[in-house]
T-cell receptor, first 113, second 113 residues
Framework: KQEVTQIPAALSVPEGENLVLNCSFTDSAIYNLQWFRQDPGKGLTSLLLIQSSQREQTSGRLNASLDKSSGRSTLYIAASQPGDSATYLCAVDNAGNNRKLIWGLGTSLAVNP | DAGVTQSPTHLIKTRGQQVTLRCSPKSGHDTVSWYQQALGQGPQFIFQYYEEEERQRGNFPDRFSGHQFPNYSSELNVNALLLGDSALYLC????????????FGQGTRLTVV
């Protein structure tokens, strides 16, 4: 049974810091892994999608890496800003076609001005 | 492109009542998945619809049912509401295929009193 864990559960940093969020999963037979952002009480915004054959994806100040063999993904946020404050969730797709994404509990990030 | 849209945004119901939530997928998407997210938790998969049929189901009772229409929009119905059904209900759309990205709506906040 796939289990997804995110560390740390919460993080508070001063503006401008580079930071790393971690996601680990127990079953390496995944089709892809997605990182999402969720603002309080809101829906999910897709940040990056990494296919199982890929090692990393980049979008602006965000970089996500994937090491399937060790069951790990990291989300790197460069030069953090107060607007980055949100909960970041990772989800893995074991079944293909997004049939059943398995989620971590998220990392709650606060970037302080 | 309006993305994934859900209605209503907020809803208050009484225990024992029935509720219907609606979702319109992103343009070009043909697959709709529903998730329940309790406060402080990651989303839990309810079911997925493709070609107007339920293709995959999570660990939810039969009180949770759904439908997909020919235009790919979808409804989630919950009967005999319980207090524990209070949550954010999220709809995700994607295009059929093994390695596609899921896009989420802003969710419907259901409160059962």
């Amino acid at each position: 049974k796939q289990e997804v864990t995110q560390i740390p559960a919460a993080l508070s940093v001063p503006e401008g810091e580079n930071l790393v969020l971690n996601c680990s999963f127990t079953d390496s037979a995944i089709y892809n892994l997605q990182w999402f952002r969720q603002d309080p009480g809101k829906g999910l915004t897709s940040l990056l999608l990494i296919q199982s054959s890929q090692r990393e994806q980049t979008s602006g100040r965000l970089n996500a890496s994937l090491d399937k063999s060790s069951g790990r993904s990291t989300l790197y946020i460069a030069a953090s800003q107060p607007g980055d404050s949100a909960t970041y969730l990772c989800a893995v797709d074991n079944a293909g076609n997004n049939r059943k994404l398995i989620w971590g509990l998220g990392t709650s990030l606060a970037v302080n001005p | 492109d309006a993305g994934v849209t859900q209605s209503p945004t907020h809803l208050i119901k009484t225990r024992g009542q029935q509720v219907t939530l609606r979702c319109s997928p992103k343009s070009g998407h043909d697959t709709v998945s529903w998730y329940q997210q309790a406060l402080g938790q990651g989303p839990q998969f309810i079911f997925q619809y493709y070609e107007e049929e339920e293709r995959q189901r999570g660990n939810f009772p039969d009180r949770f049912s759904g439908h997909q229409f020919p235009n790919y929009s979808s409804e989630l119905n919950v009967n005999a509401l319980l207090l524990g059904d209070s949550a954010l209900y999220l709809c995700a759309s994607s295009q059929v295929g093994q390695r596609t990205e899921a896009f989420f709506g802003q969710g419907t906040r259901l409160t059962v009193v």
